[in-house]
């Protein structure tokens, strides 16, 4: 395969099994990262000590123009077949009469913005209506679109809300025109998201209340992402899949 997959946020956790996970199944990678290009280089060494091709492209998908630069650079990389659209955050744990509109707006811009203008730019590349030969698109919703996340933050459970509608539209929007559109939600996931939003320990400390009774890990969503770009899912379009130990 000589087909590109744009991993945004795939510097670390679930972004970063997730790029070596595409790379293992033949995708040149682009690994996007916001400011650790460390450990998007890592990612990248990883990958290149496998003879796997990847580059690492600083984008923070709460900026258009890294957005458009983003792509620039994977244009020149290869021909588009995938993007994931993973990069997201949290914030800290706050009721919502307690959230100010800075924190809102930034919760909303990069977890929700920041996707539709990433698979905006992937279907001008991949959809037989603009001349291109189809692709998938795999968007990271949250279990917590189901739960809402009361007394934590019901902002990012709303923002992960979106994503899954959005997954919803986009799929039967470009269903026709060659591009699959897919959601995962994944429970609760051992990476560093956790510690950015002030607690490190939340996945282990709330392990006893997932049915399977352990946390999951980066690869095991990475698994279901490249399941779903990959033809043994050529079917599926318009769905987004549980990954989260029955949470
Ligand atoms: P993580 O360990 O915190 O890693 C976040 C990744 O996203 C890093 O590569 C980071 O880049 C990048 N990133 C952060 N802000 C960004 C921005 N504004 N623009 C571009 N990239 C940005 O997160 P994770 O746990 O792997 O989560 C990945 C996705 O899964 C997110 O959408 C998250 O909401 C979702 N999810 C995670 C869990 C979980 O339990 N972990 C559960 C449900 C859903 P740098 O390295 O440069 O900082």
């Known amino acids: 395969m000589d087909s590109v997959a744009i991993v945004t946020g795939g510097s670390r956790g679930i972004g970063r099994a997730t790029s070596l996970a595409a790379a293992k199944r033949g995708y040149k990678v682009v690994v996007g ?4 290009k460390a450990a998007a280089d890592e990612v990248v060494g990883k990958i290149e000590a496998s003879n796997g091709k990847a580059i690492a492209v600083k984008c923070d998908v709460g900026n258009e123009a890294d957005i458009l630069d983003l792509f620039r650079q994977a244009d020149a990389f290869g021909k588009l077949g995938a993007l994931v659209n993973n990069a997201g955050v949290v914030d800290a744990t706050a009721r919502v009469d307690e959230m100010s509109a800075a924190r809102l707006t930034r919760m909303m811009n990069v977890n929700v913005v ?10 001008k590349r991949m959809s037989s209506k ?3 030969s189809g692709g998938v698109i795999v968007n990271l919703s949250s279990v917590a679109a189901t739960l809402g996340s009361p ?5 990012y459970a709303a923002s992960k809300g979106a994503i899954d509608t959005f997954t919803v539209g986009l799929a039967r929007e470009v269903s026709a025109e060659g591009i699959r559109v897919n959601g995962i939600r994944p429970g609760l996931i051992d990476t560093e998201i956790h ?3 002030g607690e490190p320990d939340r996945a282990h400390r709330l392990a006893h209340t997932i049915p399977m009774k352990r946390v999951g890990t980066a690869d095991e969503i990475a698994n279901a992402v490249v399941w779903l770009m990959s033809d043994e899912a050529s079917y599926v379009t318009g769905t987004i899949v549980d990954v989260s130990g029955g949470r």
């Not at 920041?114 to 279907?123: F, K, T």
């Open 151 to 155: 007394a934590q933050y019901v902002d």
């Open 195 to 197: 510690a950015s939003g």
């Open 130 to 132: 603009h001349g291109g």
């Open 33 to 36: 990262y916001a400011s650790n």
């Open 114 to 123: 920041g996707s539709i203008l990433c698979a905006r730019e992937a279907v």
